[in-house]
């Protein structure tokens, strides 16, 4: 189906494992992003990608890993997850930078 | 930097009309979204206005002053289906898209 994927939809994990989410999008977006959404705060940028093999830091990218191998995938890896990144992930893209952008599904992300 | 500053919740009645509002201050303006997002779901695009004034596409209306810094968004005729949270999401020189915190908004009967 065309569109914007995101798995796994819910995760639960412990403290010091590594996690990866996944992001795919079958539209040929030049552009992804990567955000967390957590009460207080709205939705905060961790890592964007303007085409594949050039990804760049957003506000909040501690702690976390992307790469861009492909158009259509943009993998987020907690490379060591941490209670504090207990979060709601979004993937988003467009074809634009200044475009409109189109979101996944999102997330749950749990760390005990 | 940005800074972007929209009410944290508003309550409004069915059939009635509600204003959101969003300031900003930035340099390098270059446009401004409004996203709907229901609760427990991925924000959906609504709006974006790069020229002053107001653009209307159906029940919803967005309005920008860029002098101001200042954007807000109109509902018209709400119904129970519009209780969802308001992000206000700004477009800055050549950085990313930067969002607000959101408004959440809850229609009554």
């Known amino acids: 189906d065309a569109g914007i994927t995101q798995s796994p939809r819910y995760k639960i994990t412990e403290t010091g494992r590594q996690v990866t989410l996944m992001c795919h999008q079958t539209?040929?977006?030049?552009?992804m992003f990567w955000y967390r959404q957590d009460l207080g705060h709205g939705l905060r940028l961790i890592y964007y990608?303007?085409?594949?093999?050039?990804?760049d830091k957003g506000e909040v990218p501690d702690g976390y890993v992307v790469s861009r191998s492909k158009t259509e995938n943009f993998p987020l890896t907690l490379e060591s997850a941490t209670r504090s990144q207990t979060s709601v992930y979004f993937c988003?893209?467009?074809?634009?930078?200044?475009?409109?952008?189109?979101f996944g599904p999102g997330t749950r992300l749990t760390v005990l | 930097g940005q800074n972007i500053d929209q009410p944290t919740e508003m309550t409004a009645t069915e059939g009635a009309i509600v204003q959101i509002n969003c300031t900003y201050q930035?340099?390098?303006?270059?446009?401004l979204f409004w996203y709907q997002q229901h609760a427990g779901e991925a924000p959906t695009f609504l709006s974006y206005?790069?020229?002053?004034g107001l653009e209307e596409k159906g029940r919803f209306s967005s309005f920008l002053s860029r002098s101001k810094g200042y954007s807000y968004l109109l509902l018209k005729e709400l119904q129970m289906k519009d209780s969802a949270s308001y992000l206000c999401?700004?477009?800055?020189?050549?950085?990313?898209?930067?969002f607000g915190k959101g408004t959440r908004l809850s229609v009554i009967a």
């Open positions: 988003a893209s467009t074809r634009r930078e200044e475009g409109e952008q189109f």
């Open positions: 539209w040929s977006h030049s552009y």
């Open positions: 990608s303007a085409a594949a093999d050039i990804t």
């Open positions: 930035t340099s390098g303006f270059n446009g």
């Open positions: 206005n790069v020229l002053d």
């Open positions: 999401a700004l477009h800055s020189g050549n950085t990313p898209l930067v």
